[in-house]
């Protein structure tokens, strides 16, 4: 079974820049998450869909951080503009139900923004 | 404040010794605990635990949780070096407020 797919890996961008990241859940996952990882830290949720709707995005910073899951699969979260403490991994979980069911990881996006 | 603290932040071992790493809590309306193992990549799902005293087994990894005290421990035995780690600690609430609420890790490092 194939694993929560991101990309891209590594990106950096220079601040003020736009910039987004995609992930595919694991087939039939329903939910999926963003997370923020700092180094040193354990990853921080960004937002929490169930299907296409967020049901929670109270954690996102709104001002620059969009996040969208069109059909309920694949999403994208974008950062516009980016600033020098966005620099961290960007990881997408997705489970089959809300929490507490388990999340399965993908690998992350470094982002560093110069 | 809801918070998630592990012990020790960092742990260097050499193969072959038991490890024990700790998690305690303080969250209002608890539903589970969580540990994941995070290597270079993406962290990987251990065990989720809901009852106490009740002890989750996985070959050589074994965690089990207390919910009078609010703590949670992972035991690791005959460690070897893949077994080198961040070992993250994550509570998950009731329904209604999905936001998981992690520790910032234990770093273990298990010498040849």
């Known amino acids: 079974e194939a694993g929560v797919v991101q990309s891209p890996r590594y990106k950096i961008i220079e601040k003020k820049q736009p910039v987004a990241f995609w992930c595919n859940p694991i087939?039939?996952?329903?939910?999926l998450y963003w997370y923020l990882q700092n180094l040193g830290q354990g990853p921080e949720l960004l937002i929490r869909?169930?299907?296409?709707?967020?049901?929670?995005d109270s954690q996102l910073p709104k001002d620059r951080f969009s996040a969208e899951r069109l059909k309920g699969v694949d999403s994208t979260l974008k950062i516009q503009p980016a600033e020098l403490g966005d620099s961290a991994v960007y990881l997408c979980?997705?489970?089959?139900?809300?929490?507490?069911?388990?999340?399965?990881f993908g690998p992350g996006t470094r982002l560093t923004v110069l | 404040e809801d918070k998630v603290v592990q012990s020790p932040l960092s742990l260097v071992v050499h193969e072959g010794d038991t490890v024990t790493l700790n998690c305690s809590y303080e969250?209002?309306?608890?539903?589970?605990l969580l540990w994941y193992k995070q290597e270079k990549k993406a962290p990987t799902f251990l065990f989720m635990l809901?009852?106490?005293?009740i002890e989750k087994k996985s070959g050589r990894l074994s965690s089990i949780l207390d919910k009078k005290e609010l703590f949670s421990i992972l035991n690791i035995t005959a460690t070897q070096t893949g077994d080198s780690a961040v070992y993250l600690c994550?509570?998950?609430?009731?329904?209604?407020?999905?936001?998981?609420?992690f520790g910032t890790g234990t770093r273990l490092k298990v010498l040849a």
């Open positions: 979980a997705s489970s089959l139900a809300g929490p507490p069911d388990t999340q399965y």
């Open positions: 087939s039939g996952h329903n939910t």
């Open positions: 869909y169930e299907n296409e709707e967020a049901v929670d």
């Open positions: 969250v209002t309306n608890f539903r589970s």
């Open positions: 809901t009852s106490s005293g």
């Open positions: 994550a509570v998950a609430p009731t329904s209604g407020t999905y936001k998981y609420i």
